[in-house]
């Protein structure tokens, strides 16, 4: 059995591959990527345990059977040869892989056995979703999960709901809640007007975010009792549904907030890194003070002190000081694209809200964040 294939093609296949597999064990059954002839195509499968993937390149193909071997070894290699295709075929002694590309030859071992189920999505898709808006929503919804050492792997990502006509992603690690919208053609809850939801982990989430941007227009989204398809055309990701996760988060939701203040999101990104790196520990603790025309930071630690300063575009409701987590208000500048940002607080001990002033009609994001003890 051989194969040749674009080289570039190929290497673009592997590093959305390498997000999958599990590299770091001594298993080659979950670290390995399985090549098998579809027609004039090249099949490509691997299943971290987790998650799988499948997708295709175009191929010509010789022989019958499988080829399997581990995407690291495979992905580093092909970084470093020169040559428009690679030809990769059995090799007998190593039980793996003989490549050649240029005038670069390799032999590397594989595993044995049969290459990895990915199943099979229903007939009909929950919903239809632009890869650019699940990127967006994606990128707006995630960040919140839990990430501490005490982190459940199976908890630490986050829920897809989805409703008729809107499509949602949330994510909370019980101090703040990350939660983004979209309308979009062809979102049908199973349950009529009622919320479906599905648990995905974060490694799901990771990989999400490299196929949208791997150059598909759309994603189709299908569930089943265990798993969850996302089919981008010529490439499917199958997860394990997790149980849902944030069951009536929307009570700690602020329904007004009487101070409010606006920002460039720019200018509190770089104020609010300036000032976490004196802020350390989990909990990265520093304090706000609102004005009526700024917003001062004050991080104070054994390693020193910083202070900054943004100025407020528009402000109303007085003064106010209180204790917060600085990573959340840098997660939430990192992964919003607007230019102004909108922050509301409620009192030194209720929520505060973070949310894009220059969103679209279609889109919704915002952050809620709780205050810390000072």
Known sequence: MNFTIDR???????????????????????????????????ELSASGGEIGLRSTVPADSEGEGFLSVPVGRLAAWLKEVRGA????????????VRGRCGKAVVRIPGRVGEPPKIETPPDEPVATVGASTMATLLAAGSYAFPDGPD???????AQIEVRSGEIRVVSSDHS?????????????????????SFGISMKTVTELKLLCRAGDRSMKFFSAENHLFFDFG???LVCSRLSDRLPEYEHVIPKECPILGRVDRAALLAAVQSALHFAPGEWHRA????????????ADSVLGEANATVEFADARG?????????????????????????????GPDRPFLLRPVDEDDTFTHFCVGMPISP
Do not use: M, Y
């Open 176 to 196: 703040r809640l990350a939660f983004s919208s979209a309308r979009v053609l062809g979102a049908e809850s199973e349950e009529g007007d009622a919320t479906q």
């Open 234 to 236: 010529h490439r499917l």
């Open 318 to 346: 007085g003064s106010l000081s209180l204790h917060v987590n600085l990573a959340h208000f840098r997660d939430f500048a990192r992964n919003v694209s607007c230019e102004s940002a909108e922050i509301g607080f409620t």
């Open 287 to 298: 304090r706000l003070d609102i004005k009526d025309d700024a917003l001062d930071i004050e």
């Open 85 to 96: 295709e690679v030809l990769l075929e059995d090799d007998d002694d190593s039980r793996g």
């Open 151 to 157: 982190a459940h792997p199976g908890s630490a990502g």
């Open 8 to 42: 570039k093609a190929l290497l673009d296949e592997l590093h959305l591959f390498a997000g999958v597999v599990d590299s770091r064990g001594t298993d080659l059954t979950f670290a390995s990527v399985t090549f098998r002839s579809v027609g004039d195509q090249c």
